[in-house]
């Protein structure tokens, strides 16, 4: 009996392992590619670097983080934090497959994706260079 437990619950890790690392490769895909046009959430046409946030109300991470970066948007006017269900049409042209996701824009063109947390010095590092 403990076996097949044992076994089960490696499956699943497996399984959630490979699903990971899966999303992380389709985001690595739009690395070097023009981003969507943001200009409606941004309100900022000429802008052409930014940190974007994706994330959902229903993430627990999402919410974990979103204070957090809602204190650093204060700060830095190019994070730009973006809810998922209300822009969903931007989130599709991103490609967005999970939540969190950050992406980094520099000069127009998609630098990274990251889907998951990041750490403050990524944050910190994409922003002075947006």
């Not at 403990?2 to 076994?7: A, G, Q």
């Not at 520099?106 to 994706?113: A, D």
């Not at 990041?118 to 947006?130: E, G, I, K, P, Q």
Request: glycine share 6%; hydrophobic share 45%; aromatic share 8%.
């Amino acid at each position: 009996m403990n076996t097949v437990l044992i076994v089960i619950i490696a499956v699943v890790f497996a399984v959630m392992f490979f699903k990971q690392q899966s999303i992380q490769k389709q985001a690595a895909l739009h690395q070097g590619k023009v981003a969507p046009d943001i200009s409606a959430i941004t309100g900022n046409e000429n802008q052409t670097n930014w940190v974007l946030f994706f994330h959902a109300k229903h993430c627990g991470p999402c919410r974990k983080l979103k204070p957090l970066m809602d204190k650093m948007a204060a700060e830095h006017p190019n994070l730009q934090s973006v809810d998922v269900d209300e822009y969903a049409d931007i989130a599709r042209a991103f490609q967005i497959m999970g939540t969190p996701t950050f992406v980094a824009i520099h000069e127009g063109s998609i630098t990274e994706v990251k889907v998951g947390g990041v750490t403050r010095s990524w944050l910190r590092n994409h922003l002075s260079a947006a």
